[in-house]
């Protein structure tokens, strides 16, 4: 067995598209039309579709549960921080940094999931290492062992 793609059934493709592909940087790779595969591994498959492979009329399908995310790493978290600016975002919340020190954003797509980008975690230990913490300050601040944070240096 082996897990391929999370899915995210949307109400209005070009849309969808339009909005991973300006505010994430995603590409497309397969375009099926009901169906659409972007890198990274995400899928995007239309409300309609997807009720009819259920059985179902789109109706029944739920929605924005707020009970998952897709979550994304990003290597310059400052600079895409600062580009969701041009993008008329709706936030779960805007930048916090989480108690082990990773920065991160939670903003919905159009049809409401929600989407994660933090800040690369090995990102974080050098940004701690640049400020001058030694290694084993990073692996106490950060909670992870030191040969983690050693793998990170090398």
């Known amino acids: 067995m082996k897990m391929k793609n999370p899915m995210l059934v949307v109400t209005d493709m070009n849309r969808s598209v339009t909005f ?4 994430l940087g995603l590409h ?10 972007l890198t990274g591994g995400l899928s995007l498959q239309t409300r ?3 009720a009819e492979f259920l059985g179902i009329h789109p109706s029944e399908l739920g929605w924005c549960g ?4 897709i979550y994304f790493e990003e290597d310059d978290f400052d600079a895409f ?4 600016r041009a993008f008329d975002i709706h936030y779960v919340h805007p930048v916090k940094e989480h108690r ?6 939670r903003f919905y797509d159009p ?9 690369n975690i090995k ?14 300050q990073v692996a106490q601040r950060m909670d992870v062992p030191i040969k983690f944070v050693n793998a990170c240096i090398q």
């Open 20 to 23: 991973y592909q300006k505010v």
């Open 48 to 50: 309609e579709s997807w």
């Open 100 to 105: 082990w020190g990773q920065r991160v954003v």
């Open 81 to 84: 921080a600062g580009n969701l």
């Open 66 to 69: 707020k009970v998952s995310e």
């Open 28 to 37: 497309v790779i397969m375009d099926f039309g009901a169906n659409v595969t």
């Open 123 to 136: 990102t974080v230990v050098h940004r701690f290492l640049n400020n001058g913490m030694t290694p084993e």
């Open 111 to 119: 049809d409401g999931h929600i989407i994660e980008v933090g800040e």
